[in-house]
């Protein structure tokens, strides 16, 4: 594995070996998925437990490493797995650009692996003593769910996805990029993608190139800038041909020109 990972969670080794159980997988398929590894290169993840935000990947960024806070249990896997998961996607992304875009496809990458994760540990568990919990990965997806029906018309969505564009629009002008329950809606509609081709994968590291102002192409030019927004066209000039119907796929499905 590429991935070098430092467990400073907690003090107890034996918690931070648990956990390891999920988080090394999530790393492993990602390597499997994005071979190209990203934009910023390989470098050691420490993961802390993080007492006042659910999750997070620490800004300013460092050039020897990179620093993800987590808010779980040493044996809540499923907790971990979307927390885990969704900032790792940042990292692919590029983390010196993040919007609403970003944060959609980093919301969808988390349902990806709740979903692989519970199937694997449903046929597979990695121990005797975890047969049944796979149950939980889909118990914390359910959540997710009801969290969007208490909030949301679903009935207004699917009668039309103008409704979710037009959420879109209000977030891109706003520049707002706080809104969980918009991204969590996207994010089940493009998992599919994901686990049907690697091509939605593939486009991952050009993500931060799409935005405007963009990072700087010196990647050792660690600059952060959350005042950005995502162009499509420009992520459909900067990725390869093949590529190029992905992207009109997301496209339709939550913008409008």
């Known amino acids: 594995m590429s991935w070098e990972i430092h467990y400073d969670l907690w003090e107890n080794d034996e918690d931070n070996k648990t956990i390891a159980l999920v988080i090394e997988q999530i790393l492993r398929e990602f390597e499997r998925l994005v071979p190209t590894g990203p934009p910023l290169g390989y470098k050691p993840i420490y993961l802390v437990n993080d007492l006042y935000y659910d999750h997070r990947l620490y800004l300013p960024l460092e050039k020897d490493k990179y ?121 089940l509609e493009l998992v599919p993608q994901f686990k049907e081709s690697t091509d939605s994968w593939a486009i991952l590291p050009f993500i931060g190139q799409c935005h405007i102002p963009p990072p700087p192409e010196d990647t050792t030019d660690l600059t952060a800038n959350k005042d950005v927004v995502p162009d499509f066209n420009k992520l459909y000039d900067v990725i390869p041909s093949h590529l190029k119907p992905v992207v009109n796929s997301w496209k339709d499905k939550i913008w409008i020109d």
Request: proline fraction near 3%; charged fraction near 30%; aromatic fraction near 12%.
């Open 67 to 187: 620093k993800i806070g987590l808010q779980t249990e040493c044996d809540t896997f499923e907790k971990a797995t979307f927390q885990f998961a969704h900032e790792l996607c940042h990292i692919y992304c590029d983390p010196r650009a993040i919007s609403w875009l970003s944060e959609i496809i980093c919301h969808t990458i988390s349902f990806y692996f709740l979903d692989l994760l519970g199937e694997r540990w449903e046929e597979n568990p990695p121990d005797k003593k975890y047969d049944g919990y796979s149950e939980h990965f889909n118990n914390l997806k359910n959540i997710k769910l009801r969290e969007i029906v208490e909030k949301v018309d679903l009935v207004q969505i699917q009668v039309s996805n103008e409704w979710v564009k037009k959420e879109v629009r209000k977030i891109h002008d706003s520049k707002d990029y706080g809104n969980p329950i918009i991204y969590n809606i996207i994010a």
